[in-house]
C-alpha cells in the first residue's frame, strides 16, 4: 500500500523535483546570501569558498534512476548534519586572518620605525664621534700651554663633555629599544607573542628624540663658536707678544732718546693703557724665561749623551761598512775556490782529459861548488822569517811528478828510437817543452 501511495503521489506531482531536492536547493540559496552579506576583506582569497560538492551531487541525483537516488539522498541528508551560516570554525579561521592582516600592518610599521630609528641612531653617532676628534684636535694642536690652563675654558668642556656622555646613554637606550623591538618581531614570526602584547613606540620617544637632534646642532653651534673666539684670542696673544717686545727694548734702551726714537716708529711711545695692559703679563714672562731656562738645562744634560750616541753610531757605521767589504772579499774568494774545485772534479771525473805540462824553469847549477852547499830538508834555509815551514800540497807534488815521469819516459823513447834508426834528434815544439831546440848529432 505504501508503495502505491508512492507511485500516485509521484505520478500526481509529475515535473516537479522531490521535497529533499527542492530542501537541499533552498539551503544552497539561503547560505549564498549569508556569504554574500558578510563583509569583505582587502586581501587576496580572503572570502570563504562555497563548496561544488552539493551542486554536483544534485547533478548526480538527477542521473541515476529514482530508487537509487533515493536512496544516496537519504543517505546524504543523514550524514551531512547541514547547518544554516558559518561554522565556528571558519569564524574562527576568518578572526585568525584578520588578525594576522593587523600583526603584518604593525609588523610593517615597528620596520619603518626601526629603520628610522637606525639612522638616526647612525647620524648621532658619527656626529658625536666627529665632535669628539674635532675637539681632541683642539685641545691637543692649537691652544698653547697658557690658555689651557684657562678655566673658563675648562668648564666649557667639561660642559660638553658631560653632554656628550648623556648623549651616549640616550644612544645606548635607543639601542637597547630597537633590541626589543627586534625580539618582539621574531617573537611574532614565531607565534609567541600576539599582537595585542605589543606597545606601539610613544610619542614621547619620539619627542625626545626631535630634543636630542637640536641639542646636538646647538652644540655644534657652539663649538664654531668657541673656534672663533679661540682664534681671536691666538690673534690677541700674537699682538700683546709683539707689544711686549717693543716695551723690552723700550726699557733696554730708555737711557737715550735717539735709541728710542730709532726703535719705536715716528718716537711715539704707547699710550698708558697699552702700559698697564703689558704690565699684567709680568707673570707670562717670567714664566716664559723659566721655561727657556729648563729647556737650556735639558739640553745641556743630554748633549753629551747624544753626542756619544752619534760617535757610536758613526763607528758602528764605519765598523759595518768594513765588515761588509770583507764579506764581499770573503765571498769572491769562496765563488773562485768553488770554481776551481769544479773545474777539478770534472777533470779528475773525464778520462780523456790531455793534461797541459807544467813549466818547469832550467835548472842553474853554476851557483852549486860541492854537495855538502846544497841545503837539506833539515836545514834552515826551507823556513821562512817567522819559523814556519812551507808546506806543498799533495795534488801539487802529484802533478809534478807525472810531468817529470811522462818527460823522462818521452825522452828515453826518442833516444831509443834515435840509437836503432841511427839519425839525429830533432826537438820538436809538441805539448812538452823541451829544455834546448837546437838539434843533436848523435852520430858522431
Sequence with gaps: MSKERLKSASSKKAGMLPPVLLESKKRLE??????????????????????????NFIERGRSVDETRGKRLISRGRLSSGYKYGRSSSRERVDDMQEELLKAKKVNTQLQ?????????????????????????????????????NDTQMAMTF???????????????????????????????????????????PSIDDSNHSQELVKNTKRKIELAK????QNSKLKERLRQMKTELATLRRIKRHSHSESDANTIIPNGKLPNSSVLSEHYEEDELVEVIRRLKVEKETTERKFRKQIQNLVEKIEQTTGQLHHLRDENDHLREII?????????????????????????????????IDSLDSAPTPYSNEFDDQEGVEYEIDDEV????????????????????????NKEPIIAEQTELEVDSPERVDISN
Design 335 to 367: 765563488d773562485q775556490l768553488q770554481k776551481d774545485t769544479e773545474n777539478l772534479r770534472k777533470v779528475l771525473e773525464n778520462p780523456n782529459h790531455v793534461y797541459k805540462p807544467v813549466d818547469i824553469p832550467k835548472l842553474d847549477m853554476s851557483h
Design 112 to 148: 619603518l620605525d626601526n629603520r628610522i630609528l637606525q639612522t638616526k641612531l647612525h647620524k648621532l653617532s658619527r656626529e658625536a664621534a666627529r665632535r669628539e676628534a674635532h675637539l681632541q684636535m683642539l685641545m691637543t694642536n692649537r691652544f698653547q700651554p697658557a690658555e689651557l
Design 158 to 200: 667639561a660642559s660638553i663633555k658631560q653632554r656628550e656622555i648623556e648623549l651616549e646613554q640616550t644612544v645606548e637606550a635607543q639601542s637597547v629599544a630597537i633590541d626589543e623591538l627586534h625580539n618582539q618581531l621574531v617573537g611574532l614570526s614565531n607565534g609567541e607573542i600576539t599582537v595585542d602584547q605589543i606597545k606601539a
Design 225 to 228: 663658536q668657541y673656534m672663533e
Design 397 to 420: 807534488i802529484a802533478t809534478v811528478l807525472y810531468e817529470t815521469a811522462s818527460s823522462h819516459i818521452a825522452r828515453s823513447l826518442v833516444s831509443n828510437e834515435a840509437w836503432e
Design 30 to 55: 539561503e547560505v549564498r546570501k549569508i556569504y554574500g552579506i558578510a563583509e569583505s576583506v582587502s586581501y587576496k582569497n580572503s572570502m570563504p569558498s562555497t563548496s561544488q560538492d552539493l551542486p
